[in-house]
Nanobody, 123 residues
Framework: VQLQASGGGLVQAGDSLRLSCAFS????????MGWFRQGSGKEREFVAA????????DYADSVKGRFTISRDGAKKTMYLQMNTLKPEDTAVYYC?????????????????WGQGTQVTVSS
């Protein structure tokens, strides 16, 4: 399995971005997946997760109501729609897959990771 995150960039506060995570390999439709982010000098933190069917989602309080996670089984791609971006959302965003639901906030339990995409939000 390989994950490829893309879609990051430099935007202004209040703008939107959509991140994509392309999945290469088998069993995309059986894996729970998530997004994490790591700001400069900070620990990598949970952002959002989606279960294998797309029917259950989970969000960190800091992004709830602004970010939306989704997945497309036909395209084997997961998305993170980020609206009303704030400077504190600046980070490298990583996608990850294969984790038991219930542990989706625990970064150490994810089996596969993408390389990260930089999101910078200016004030």
């Amino acid at each position: 399995v390989q994950l490829q995150a893309s879609g990051g960039g430099l935007v202004q506060a209040g703008d939107s971005l959509r991140l994509s995570c392309a999945f290469s390999g088998r069993a995309f439709n059986t894996y729970n997946m998530g997004w994490f982010r790591q700001g400069s000098g900070k620990e990598r933190e949970f952002v959002a997760a989606i279960n294998w069917s797309g029917g259950i989602t989970d969000y960190a309080d800091s992004v709830k109501g602004r970010f939306t996670i989704s997945r497309d089984g036909a395209k084997k791609t997961m998305y993170l729609q980020m609206n009303t971006l704030k400077p504190e959302d600046t980070a490298v965003y990583y996608c990850a897959s294969r984790v038991p639901w219930g542990d989706q906030r625990q970064r150490y339990l994810y089996r596969y990771w993408g390389q990260g995409t930089q999101v910078t939000v200016s004030s």
